[in-house]
């Protein structure tokens, strides 16, 4: 019986290297995947699940609008085969609908689906996609990584010209100078800091 993972962690993480890993472990077996990635992620170039370590390959993109279920069914149809497995990239941006798409393709496919993608945004706020993995995936799995101040990361911290930022839209797409991952401790010293300058 197929089931739905939600594998999160903060940027940079290694999250895109642990998807690509498992594609490839996968194949070494003969089993058929099926990659996905939100075509809001270009930084690498189009339809491509980049990792940091500079690994590749290409990929199917979904948008807001995206029926996942179809595009499964369609490259099923298509290729005539059906894949052992669906791995979803940046599952932060899927739609609720997205999410119950996922689970239609686990529970009538019988397809395993993992997703990767942070848990919250750049204010500590949950993602759409994110809520409704952690309510309706089968396994979830936190992929730890450490703040450079020695802690476990759990927190995005938004960079502007390499200082804090929490204003903003929700989605800004961007790496290492963008971003940084850090303990909530030290995230929310920051946010204090600037709670206070603003005053």
Request: overall charge positive.
């Amino acid at each position: 019986m197929g089931k739905l993972y939600f594998r999160y962690s903060t940027m940079g993480a290694g999250k895109s290297l642990d998807l690509l890993k498992t594609a490839h472990n996968y194949e070494e077996r003969n089993k058929k995947v099926f990659l996905l990635t939100s075509e809001l992620d270009n930084r690498f170039g189009k339809k491509k699940i980049t990792s940091r370590v500079g690994i590749s390959r290409e990929s199917n993109t979904f948008s807001k609008k995206t029926n996942i279920y179809e595009e499964v069914m369609l490259d099923y149809t298509v290729t005539g085969g059906k894949p052992s497995c669906i791995l979803v990239d940046e599952s932060q941006f899927l739609t609720k609908e997205q999410v119950w798409q996922l689970t239609d393709i686990v529970d009538d496919l019988d397809i395993d689906v993992i997703t990767y993608g942070l848990r919250s945004d750049y204010k500590a706020e949950p993602f759409e996609g994110s809520t409704y993995l952690m309510s309706l995936a089968d396994e979830i799995e936190e992929l730890k990584t450490i703040c450079e101040f020695g802690s476990k990361a759990s927190m995005n911290m938004r960079l502007l010209n390499n200082k804090p930022v929490f204003k903003g839209e929700q989605v800004q797409i961007g790496g290492n100078e963008s971003y940084l991952p850090v303990c909530r401790k030290y995230f929310k010293k920051q946010m204090r800091d600037i709670n206070n300058i603003n005053k």
